[in-house]
C-alpha cells in the first residue's frame, strides 16, 4: 500500500516506502522515522495514516470523527465517512438508579404502550404471537391443520434513553366450523421501536389452512426476526416458529411448539366425530431486562477499538477478546472526559507543531521544532534573517538567485520557506 501525502512540507520528510505494517512518527524535533503499527500506542505525536480517525467529547459524549485506518491482516482499508458518537455514563451519575439483572418491562398481555427507557446496555427478548387452529368437518370426513409457533429473538445492545413503542402480538383467531374453507388468523408481531427508522420485529406464525371435503396443510412460518437500525451487541438467539401438526379424516394436531418457554404457541385443532373445534394461538412476549450501564470508573483510562465482529467503535479498560484495531484513548473524570487522544491527524499533527522561535515585525521569521522556517519581508534583495539548512522550497514568484541566505527581488512583500 502506498501513502499519498498531500503536504509540500511533509514530503520532503517522509522517505518514500510501500511497507503498510510501519508508520512515520518523529523521533526528535527533526527526524522522522518509522516504528511498528503494533508500537503506536505509545506515542502521542502522530497519526499512521493521513486521515486517521480522531476523538473529541462533547458533555457525555465519545465522538470519533470521520477517517480511515488500514487493516493488514485482511489487507482492507476502512473508511469513516461521517461521526460515530458514544453516549457515555460517569460513575457519580445519580438520575439513572438501577441494577443489573432489574427488568423494566415482561408481558404476555396483547398491547401498545409506549415506555421511557434510559440509557445502558439491556437484554431483549421477544416472541411473535402463535397463528390461529382451523378445522373442518363433514358428514362423512374431517381435516385439521394447527397454528405455527411464533418466531422468537434475544440479544444485547445498548440504547440511547428516549420513549419506546412497545407492542406484544396477539395470538391468530381459530377457525373451524362445518363443510368450509378454514384458515386461523395469523400470529401478530411482537415489535420493539424506538422511531419508523429504529424497528426491532419479531414476526408471529401463520394460522393453519384445512377445507372441505378433507383438505389440510401445514402452517407456514412468520421468519425470523428483522432488525432495523439498531446496533446490536450480541444476538443470544435469533429463531424462526415451526408448524402445526396437519392432516386429513380427524384427530388432535398440536399446535407448533414455542421457541421460548411457553409464549407464542401455534393453535391447536381437534376434529372427532361430530365435534369440530380448533384454538387460537398464543399471545407473543416481551422482556426488557437492564443489563449493564457500563459507567465509567473515576480516574481510569479507556481504550478505544474498532471491534471486527461487531462492526462497531467499543471502549474499554480490558483487553477485547475479538479482533480489534486500536483507535485512542481517553481518561475519566467525575463527570467528563480528559487526555483524550489523538485529537489531530498526521497532517493536523505536523503543522501544528511547535514553534521554537520567532520575530513578528515587517522582517521577520518563524521556526518549528522540526527544523521548518518560514520567513519574510518588504526589502529589496533580503539577506534572510535565520540561514536555510537547504535552498527554500517556496519562495515569491519573480525571486532569482535564490540560495540559503537570501534570494535577489524587487522592492515588495516577499516569503520563503523551507528546512
Known amino acids: 500500500m502506498s501513502i499519498k501525502v498531500s503536504n509540500d ?101 396483547p398491547q401498545t404502550i409506549q415506555k421511557f427507557l434510559p440509557s445502558g446496555f439491556y437484554i431483549i427478548t421477544l416472541v411473535g404471537a402463535g397463528g390461529g387452529g382451523a378445522g373442518t368437518q363433514s358428514s362423512n370426513s374431517s381435516a385439521s391443520s394447527a397454528g405455527a409457533s411464533g418466531s422468537a429473538y434475544q440479544c444485547k445492545l445498548f440504547l440511547a434513553e428516549g420513549d419506546y413503542t412497545l407492542t406484544v402480538g396477539a395470538g391468530g383467531e381459530a377457525r373451524y366450523g362445518l363443510d368450509m374453507n378454514a384458515t386461523g388468523g395469523t400470529g401478530g408481531s411482537t415489535i420493539f421501536k424506538l422511531s419508523d427508522n429504529e424497528i426491532i420485529s419479531t414476526p408471529g406464525g401463520f394460522g393453519g389452512h384445512s377445507w372441505w371435503i378433507s383438505g389440510a396443510e401445514a402452517a407456514k412460518t412468520g421468519g425470523l426476526t428483522t432488525v432495523t437500525n439498531f446496533t446490536i451487541e450480541e444476538e443470544v438467539f435469533n429463531l424462526n416458529g415451526v408448524s402445526g401438526g396437519y392432516g386429513a379424516n380427524g384427530g388432535y394436531k398440536n399446535g407448533g411448539t414455542p421457541m421460548f418457554e411457553n409464549y407464542g404457541k401455534g393453535g391447536d385443532s381437534n376434529t372427532a366425530g361430530s365435534n369440530t373445534v380448533a384454538y387460537a394461538g398464543s399471545s407473543g412476549y416481551m422482556k426488557i431486562e437492564y443489563f449493564n450501564t457500563q459507567s465509567l470508573d473515576i480516574n481510569v483510562t479507556y481504550n478505544v477499538y474498532y471491534d471486527f465482529v461487531v462492526n462497531d467503535f467499543i471502549y474499554t479498560n480490558v483487553e477485547p477478546t475479538n479482533k480489534s484495531k486500536w483507535i485512542g484513548r481517553f481518561k475519566a473524570t467525575s463527570s467528563q472526559l480528559s487526555s483524550y487522544f489523538p485529537t489531530e491527524d498526521l497532517i493536523e499533527s505536523f503543522e501544528n507543531h511547535f514553534i521554537i522561535a520567532e520575530s513578528l515585525g515587517t522582517i521577520g521569521y518563524r521556526i518549528y521544532s522540526d527544523g521548518w522556517k518560514e520567513q519574510w519581508g518588504n526589502n529589496v534583495n533580503p539577506v534572510f534573517p535565520v540561514a536555510f539548512e537547504d535552498i527554500p522550497v517556496i519562495t515569491t514568484v519573480g525571486a532569482t538567485n535564490i540560495t540559503t541566505t537570501g534570494m535577489t527581488i524587487t522592492a515588495g512583500y516577499w516569503q520563503a520557506e523551507g528546512y
Open 9 to 109: 512540507r511533509l514530503e520532503l520528510k517522509i522517505n518514500p516506502f510501500n511497507n503498510p505494517d510501519y508508520i512515520a512518527t518523529f523521533v526528535d524535533n527533526k527526524t522522522i522515522d518509522y516504528i511498528s503499527q503494533d508500537s503506536l500506542s505509545s506515542l502521542m505525536n502522530l497519526r499512521e495514516y493521513i486521515n486517521g480517525l480522531t476523538l473529541k467529547n462533547y458533555g457525555n459524549r465519545l465522538i470519533i470523527n470521520e477517517g480511515s485506518f488500514f487493516d493488514t491482516e485482511d489487507n482492507k482499508l476502512y473508511v469513516f465517512n461521517k461521526p460515530t458518537t458514544k453516549t457515555l455514563k460517569f460513575a457519580d451519575e445519580s438520575e439513572i438508579d438501577l441494577t443489573s439483572g432489574e427488568i423494566l418491562f415482561e408481558s404476555d398481555v
